[in-house]
């Protein structure tokens, strides 16, 4: 097949599998995607995955390419911190939570890191658009927290906290304490509640 014809039925989609070319036409030569990553007109993601060498200049496609090379997942911890604003640092790696085993993919658009939580706590998570079409999942800031809380538990003291350098402001006027205090209460975890409260304690006496 043409490249310049491929591309342009799939560039709108932004990346894809080989399961969904065959789909597309059952006899499609997955020697073409070996060649057109040779000469770099497409990027290989993980095994089986691909996406348009082109895209990288977009700055939410990393976010989008998240969710689709490994599902289900959204993405959460530092990186849904830094998106929101909450945290100051700029995250590079991309970190999410799944339901799946705990894994990892590296390629050019990115660092992907994806850490497992039971499925009863997959949940907290909202959709937003790409610029180009399409959507990635992201955790609710408070969900983000009480993520952060599950799976670090090093953060158990008030210096722990002030180490997160979490926006006071946004604490203290936009957190909605009701939620993250349910969100933590829906883990029944004991301990991830009182980290929770630790957290409220430190920084309204910040």
């Known amino acids: 097949m043409d490249y310049l014809q491929f591309r342009e039925q799939w560039l709108d989609?932004?990346?894809?599998?080989?399961?969904?070319?065959?789909a597309w036409k059952n006899n499609f030569d997955p020697g073409a995607l070996s060649r057109w990553v040779k000469k770099g007109y497409i990027t290989k993601l993980r095994q089986d995955w691909y996406a348009f060498s082109e895209l990288q200049r977009e700055p939410d496609m990393a976010r989008f390419i998240a969710g689709k090379i490994y599902s289900p997942s959204y993405i959460s911890l530092h990186t849904a911190l830094s998106i929101y604003g909450i945290i100051p640092e700029a995250v590079t790696q991309i970190t999410c939570v799944t339901s799946n085993r705990t894994t990892s993919y590296s390629n050019?658009?990115?660092?992907?890191?994806?850490?497992?939580?039971?499925?009863?706590?997959?949940?907290g998570y909202k959709q937003e658009p790409v610029r180009r079409g399409g959507s990635y999942l992201v955790?609710?800031?408070?969900?983000?927290i009480i993520d952060l809380f599950y799976l670090y538990p090093q953060y158990n003291t008030a210096d722990a906290m002030l180490d997160l350098r979490v926006d006071t402001w946004w604490i203290k006027e936009e957190l909605d304490k009701e939620k993250i205090i349910a969100y933590a209460k829906q883990t029944a975890k004991k301990t991830?509640?009182?980290r929770v409260e630790l957290l409220l304690k430190t920084y309204d006496n910040d």
């Open 192 to 194: 991830l509640i009182n």
């Open 13 to 22: 989609v932004g990346c894809f599998s080989i399961y969904q070319l065959r």
């Open 108 to 123: 050019s658009f990115g660092q992907f890191h994806y850490q497992t939580v039971k499925p009863e706590l997959f949940f």
């Open 139 to 144: 955790a609710e800031p408070e969900k983000a």
